[in-house]
Each structure stands twice: as C-alpha cells, then as structure tokens.
C-alpha cells in the first residue's frame, strides 16, 4: 500500500501486520551479524529473561550470545543505527517515508521465552521479523494513554485493560506495525531474531494526515 493510506489507516490508529514482505531485510540482521556486533565494537546491551533485567555481564561473542539463549536468556542491542550500516540504512528507509527520530533495537529472544511482559511505547513501533518465529499480542490503551511522557508508565495498570486482544504470529520476513500507546507483548516460538524500530514522527507531518 501507499505510505499516504498506510499512515491515514493505520498510523497511531491499529496494529498492522504484513506477510513476506520485509524478505530483503532478513538480510540485515541475521547470527553472522550479531557476532559481529558483539565482537567488533561492544554495543550497548540489556541481557533480559521473562519480563526482567538481568544483572549478568553481556556476551562477547555469538558463542556467549548462544549459551546464554539455551539458558533462556535473551539479549536487547539499544541505538543499533549507531553500530551496523545495514541497521542505518533501514532506519534511514523509514524515515524517508515517515519523518521522524528514529531509535533501532536488536532483540535475541530464546524459544518459548519472552524479554518483556506487557507494556507500551511512546514511539510507534515497527518490527521486523529476521529469524525465527514469534507470536505477538496488542490490545488499545484504554487505562494508560493519557500519561504524559515526562512521568513514569505504570505498567501494573494492564491489568485493568478491558480492549479486546489481538495477535499475529510474525515469520522471517513477516513485519509488524504497533501504534504509539498500544499494549504489547510477545512470545518465541522459536530461537529468534528481530528488530525492532522505534519512530517519533514529526508533529507537522502528522498533522498533514487525512484522518
């Protein structure tokens, strides 16, 4: 579809969820590349398992990486854009199209595990599927939206959530679009690879959407 009828159906409005069609940025992100990364220029990396911080020293290595996936724990890559410019050309890709401050994460998540429970972003959210297998779970923001940003989110609060919940199962070169405010959360199936773009649109352009 067309940017302009992606961002007046869809954009801060409802998930979306496209099928094969983010095939050439498999690519971009795949095990050799994680190696790299942990090897070449250390990056910044939360190491995560089933909603937690884990107070364990980051891999240094794809070795590390893969002992700590059989353990079932998963590894967070934060600002990726700064460290591969394979990552900055997608993230340069999106922006082209949707104006905006653009962060990019690496998620490595083991199978049946999760990094983290049910929450929501400030930014939209855009995912791409490179490895692997993944479920994923949304639900609108009825209890939370109008937090300001300046203060901290209360996460507990889902448990008051009463919207009804959606799910799509995202395969390699599947991608996955979650509206700014939106619950989420996500199950692997799968060892699993993703990344995950985080974009602030720019108010103008926002408000030269048809909606």
Not at 126 to 138: C, E, L, P, R, S
Not at 147 to 175: I, K, M, Y
Request: proline share 8%; net charge negative.
């Amino acid at each position: 579809m067309k940017v302009s009828a992606f961002a007046r159906d869809y954009l801060r409005t409802q998930p979306y969820a496209s099928p094969a069609s983010a095939s050439r940025a498999m690519a971009i992100f795949g095990w050799d590349t994680l190696d790299l990364l942990l090897t070449r220029n250390p990056p910044d990396v939360l190491v995560v398992a089933r909603g937690k911080l884990l107070e364990l020293p980051a891999p240094r290595n794809l070795s590390e990486a893969l002992d700590l996936l059989t353990r079932g724990v998963g590894l967070v890559v934060r600002r990726a854009e700064k460290l591969d410019p394979g990552v900055a050309g997608l993230a340069a890709s999106v922006t082209q199209h949707i104006p905006g401050e653009v962060h990019v994460q690496l998620i490595v998540t083991p199978a049946g595990s999760y990094g983290f429970g049910w929450h929501y972003d400030h930014e939209d959210v855009f995912i791409v599927q490179t490895q692997g297998a993944k479920d994923y779970f949304f639900r609108d923001n009825t209890v939370e939206r109008e937090r300001p940003p300046v203060t901290a989110p209360d996460f507990s609060r889902f448990g008051n959530e009463v919207s009804p919940l959606g799910t799509a199962r995202l395969l390699a070169g599947d991608w996955l679009y979650i509206p700014a405010r939106w619950w989420h959360a996500a199950k692997c199936i799968e060892d699993s690879l993703s990344i995950s773009l985080g974009i602030f649109p720019e108010p103008f352009w926002l408000s030269s959407i048809d909606k």
